[in-house]
């Protein structure tokens, strides 16, 4: 099965102060990182970004269509831009998420139109799987001004996956970098 990946880099940061995307954790950029995270996975790999300086990286980046509108709209520019059915999306401030925790998701696919992991704190809509059949849905929401992550799990056919045990095995895997005092 073909899958591209979406890093979302896109965001304003403002509770971190600066650009997430450029932070270094174990002597590499967060992007650095993420990257290499989707390697194994993806056969190709999609920067959501408004920043040019990502470009770096040597991956093409793919600006909001959609401005001021959060994750949301980032994917759904890179689901336009992408030409496989399934697509692996990622926050670049995951920088937990374990390699061998994709490999398991990527076995959850099924006839749904998202994969989203869940566990007793919550849901991860920004570490899952989506289908390029949600785009219609995205761009409504986007059209009418909702851009709320949790509406759209409820309004395309989502599978919630119980990764509760994968929080047990590594606790920090869904651990998101937000504010420097996080660091």
Same mark, same amino acid.
């Given at each position: 099965?073909?899958?591209?990946?979406?890093?979302?880099?896109?965001?304003?940061?403002?509770?971190?102060?600066?650009?997430?995307?450029?932070?270094?954790?174990?002597?590499?950029?967060?992007?650095?990182?993420?990257?290499?995270?989707?390697?194994?996975?993806?056969?190709?790999?999609?920067?959501?970004?408004?920043?040019?300086?990502?470009?770096?990286?040597?991956?093409?980046?793919?600006?909001?269509?959609?401005?001021?509108?959060?994750?949301?709209?980032?994917?759904?520019?890179?689901?336009?831009?992408?030409?496989?059915?399934?697509? *692996? =999306?990622? +926050?670049?401030?995951?920088?937990?998420?374990? &390699? #061998?925790?994709?490999?398991?998701?990527?076995?959850?696919? !099924?006839?749904?139109?998202?994969?989203?992991?869940?566990?007793?704190?919550?849901?991860?809509?920004?570490?899952?799987?989506?289908?390029?059949?949600?785009?219609?849905?995205?761009?409504?929401?986007?059209?009418?001004?909702?851009?709320?992550?949790?509406?759209?799990?409820?309004?395309?056919?989502?599978? *919630? =996956?119980? +990764?509760?045990?994968?929080?047990?095995?590594? &606790? #920090?895997?869904?651990?998101?970098?937000?504010?420097?005092? !996080?660091?």
């Amino acid at each position: 099965m073909q899958i591209t990946g979406i890093i979302l880099s896109g965001g304003q940061s403002t509770r971190m102060g600066t650009d997430k995307a450029l932070l270094q954790i174990n002597g590499k950029t967060f992007l650095e990182n993420t990257i290499e995270m989707c390697k194994p996975f993806c056969q190709v790999i999609l920067i959501s970004s408004n920043n040019s300086t990502h470009e770096k990286f040597g991956l093409g980046i793919v600006p909001d269509e959609f401005k001021n509108c959060g994750p949301l709209g980032g994917i759904y520019s890179c689901l336009k831009k992408s030409d496989t059915d399934w697509n *692996f =999306v990622i +926050s670049v401030d995951a920088a937990f998420v374990e &390699p #061998e925790f994709i490999k398991y998701f990527i076995s959850e696919i !099924d006839d749904f139109d998202a994969i989203v992991p869940f566990h007793e704190k919550g849901k991860e809509p920004l570490i899952a799987f989506y289908h390029k059949n949600s785009l219609k849905t995205i761009e409504n929401m986007l059209e009418s001004g909702n851009f709320k992550m949790r509406d759209l799990l409820h309004k395309i056919n989502t599978k *919630f =996956v119980d +990764s509760q045990c994968w929080v047990e095995r590594f &606790p #920090e895997i869904f651990r998101n970098l937000n504010r420097p005092e !996080d660091l």
